[in-house]
């Protein structure tokens, strides 16, 4: 089993910066790979990034390639993902995830809200 919390979400304007972290608990935090993915009412859920074990092998998706940025402490349980550069469309509830045997995303958190607001826009996601 594995227990994951999200937290660091927030109102921010266009262009700057958020990071997100994901408390882990339970199995042993270095035998899986973090997914970090985010959904709003209108869209279907979309795979931001991942993270190996270890921490050298990640995935971006092509929207957040440059911008975003995955992490872990394996010494902490802690897994992070960097946004930089927000944009109205990044938007979302944001969740972690944990695939411990290679066969998908089985854990999962319960997401934290990220508001971007700007160019005259204001995307947000109700809880």
């Known amino acids: 089993q594995v227990q994951l919390v999200e937290s660091g979400g927030g109102l921010v304007q266009a262009g700057d910066s958020l990071r997100l972290s994901c408390a882990a608990s339970?199995?042993?935090?270095?035998?899986?790979?973090l997914g970090w993915f985010r959904q709003t009412p209108q869209k279907e859920r979309e795979l931001v990034a991942t993270i190996n074990w270890n921490g050298d092998d990640t995935f971006y998706a092509t929207s957040v390639k440059g911008r975003f940025t995955a992490s872990r402490d394996n010494a902490k349980n802690m897994g992070y993902l960097q946004m930089r550069s927000l944009k109205p469309e990044d938007a979302a509830r944001y969740y972690c995830a944990a695939d411990t045997d290679g066969s998908g995303y089985r854990y999962w958190g319960r997401g934290t809200q990220v508001t971007v607001w700007g160019q005259g826009t204001q995307d947000t996601v109700s809880s």
């Open positions: 339970g199995r042993t935090f270095t035998s899986y790979t």
